[in-house]
């Protein structure tokens, strides 16, 4: 199965590209020179989003690769002094009470021409923590938790120069379920609530990304499984994001996810809705209240087959299905400018 999904990606790159080949020539040639098409989301500054790199500059820039260096190294002090160290019922800390290298990554982008990519390694405690979740391996021969321990992203892609954009890539990717950032340095909080821990920190498959302004990206999915290095069953997972930035203050997003992903259960099927949205409501750089943001974050889901129900109205087959959300404000403060310019209060 998983020979399939990848013969099928190739086969999509095949087949998209004489059409968008043909699409993005017609398109360049209504364009009038004196409206030059700028990247999507590149009219405002969203490093105050959370889940984002704060970064808007990279200080390793080359032509043809970005590169990126992540160092996360955590102490959680534990008041009970425990025999045992372990933190359960967190995807993103594993130990208490010590000093811990969380995640060190080291990669980057690759841009030259059309072709994309992307490569960043998790070493450290992600590498066993991230795979440990995943029981989609126990699924054929080979031993996916090993051949992928040491990679958090790992595609490659192609770019094609119709709207504003449209990019497809191939690999394993970052999740947006959740609004959280699998790397918590791009959070607004390091330990994200119970709704964003326990949802998918990355998919395994192809993602399509079109750009049909600047403001706004349409993304459908195709992937092997909720946070699975293989596929479960017979059937792919299958997912979308819409995300519209209006305006600088403004962003509003919506991820939906379909899937047969539970392991030997290949008759009942999960449904999950994502949506967020961040606003900004101040920016005063002279004042020493600089900035303010804050996020609301609904999910909703349910499952249906093999003994439940998505809505059960009998008593015979309970229904499984569950609402949560939860609400961020930050507040920033300007901080000594030989530190760094803003620091969170």
């Not at 949802?199 to 993602?207: C, K, M, S, Y």
Request: net charge neutral; aromatic share 14%.
């Amino acid at each position: 199965m998983r020979r399939w999904l990848t013969r099928k990606s190739v086969s999509a790159v095949v087949l998209l590209a004489p059409i968008l080949r043909a699409t993005a020539q017609g398109a360049a040639s209504a364009l009038p020179d004196s409206q030059p098409r700028r990247a999507p989301f590149a009219f405002a500054d969203f490093t105050w989003l959370n889940g984002t790199s704060r970064q808007s500059v990279s200080v390793l820039d080359t032509k043809a690769f970005t590169g990126e260096f992540r160092a996360d190294v955590s102490y959680i002090a534990q008041s009970h002094h425990p025999k045992d160290h372990t933190l359960v019922g967190t995807s993103e800390s594993g130990r208490t009470s010590e000093v811990q290298l969380q995640q060190l990554g080291i990669g980057g982008d690759f841009h030259y021409g059309r072709a994309r990519g992307r490569i960043m390694t998790q070493f450290g405690l992600y590498s066993t923590m991230t795979p440990r979740n995943d029981a989609s391996p126990g699924r054929g021969q080979w031993d996916l938790s090993s051949a992928y321990r040491y990679l958090s992203e790992a595609y490659g892609g192609y770019h094609w120069d119709v709207l504003h954009g449209i990019n497809l890539d191939a690999g394993i990717f970052m999740s947006y379920v959740g609004l959280f950032s699998y790397y918590n340095f791009d959070n607004w909080a390091y330990q994200p609530s119970y709704v964003s821990s326990n949802t998918p920190w990355f998919f395994n498959g192809v993602r399509l990304q079109i750009y049909p302004s600047e403001r706004l990206k349409i993304e459908p999915w195709i992937v092997n499984g909720w946070q699975s290095y293989g596929m479960f069953n017979s059937a792919p997972g299958l997912g979308v994001q819409v995300l519209y930035r209006p305006t600088a203050v403004l962003s509003i997003l919506s991820n939906e996810y379909w899937g047969r992903d539970w392991l030997g259960t290949p008759d009942r099927w999960r449904l999950h809705s994502d949506n967020s949205l961040e606003l900004k409501y101040r920016e005063a750089p002279g004042s020493g209240y600089t900035r303010g943001a804050f996020s609301l974050t609904v999910d909703a889901g349910c499952e249906e087959g093999n003994g439940v129900r998505c809505a059960s109205h009998t008593s015979n087959v309970p229904a499984q299905d569950f609402l949560g959300f939860m609400i961020y404000d930050r507040a920033w403060s300007r901080a000594t400018s030989s530190v760094s310019p803003w620091a969170v209060v």
